[in-house]
T-cell receptor, first 112, second 114 residues
């Protein structure tokens, strides 16, 4: 039973436009969420995180929004660049020790 | 220190053989995690160390898997009697103790069991 779901396996966006990646979760006890980017043959790279006490966190071109009532978070990338093309994983902190529970990922393609 | 390192990057082994992977975390990080990732899936948690103590193990970690972090620095993950289903990317991550929960991942070890 997947606790973190990324329902869109892929997303294609034009350079300069906004990319919106979505993530849903089922466990209301989750209190910390993270986004990672992964290029082929590399490990995931941390992008941005958000605590459940906030509803928005921004870092440069990346903004994460959290809607606790809907158990939904999204990552906005503005403006999108070709170098943003990668697989994006949403993750939730799963326990007191901090292990992460990941979604299956969304492959973002930014076309020039 | 440039980040988490893992060795080897690739390992091909025959079914039934034992394999061992090594992870060197970021030096000031006292938490170390192992994950496994298969095609089309996100990383799945295997086990966690705080310093040298192994504090949590996933049910995914069968009896054939063992992990150590003897001096609270590097860690090893051993798989005994490998099976084809063990073929995956094995990822190591490290972090500081909470309340910061960001984990920093190494490049992974790709295991292929033939």
């Amino acid at each position: 039973d997947q606790q973190v779901k990324q329902n869109s396996p892929s997303l294609s966006v034009q350079e300069g436009r906004i990319s919106i990646l979505n993530c849903d979760y089922t466990n209301s006890m989750f209190d910390y969420f993270l986004w990672y980017k992964k290029y082929p043959a590399e490990g995931p790279t941390f992008l941005i995180s958000i605590s459940s006490i906030k509803d928005k966190n921004e870092d440069g071109r990346f903004t994460v929004f959290l809607n606790k009532s809907a158990k939904h978070l999204s990552l906005h990338i503005v403006p999108s660049q070709p170098g943003d093309s990668a697989v994006y994983f949403c993750a939730a902190k799963g326990g007191s020790q901090g292990n992460l529970i990941f979604g299956k990922g969304t492959k973002l393609s930014v076309k020039p | 220190d440039t980040g988490v390192s893992q060795n080897p990057r690739h390992k091909i082994t025959k079914r039934g053989q034992n394999v061992t992977f090594r992870c060197d975390p970021i030096s000031e990080h006292n938490r170390l995690y192992w994950y496994r990732q298969t095609l089309g899936q996100g990383p799945e948690f295997l086990t966690y160390f705080q310093n040298e103590a192994q504090l949590e193990k996933s049910r995914l970690l069968s009896d054939r898997f063992s992990a150590e972090r003897p001096k609270g620095s590097f860690s090893t993950l051993e798989i005994q009697r490998t099976e084809q289903g063990d073929s995956a990317m094995y990822l190591c991550a490290s972090s500081l103790k909470g309340p910061v929960y960001e984990q920093y991942f190494g490049p992974g070890t790709r295991l292929t069991v033939t």
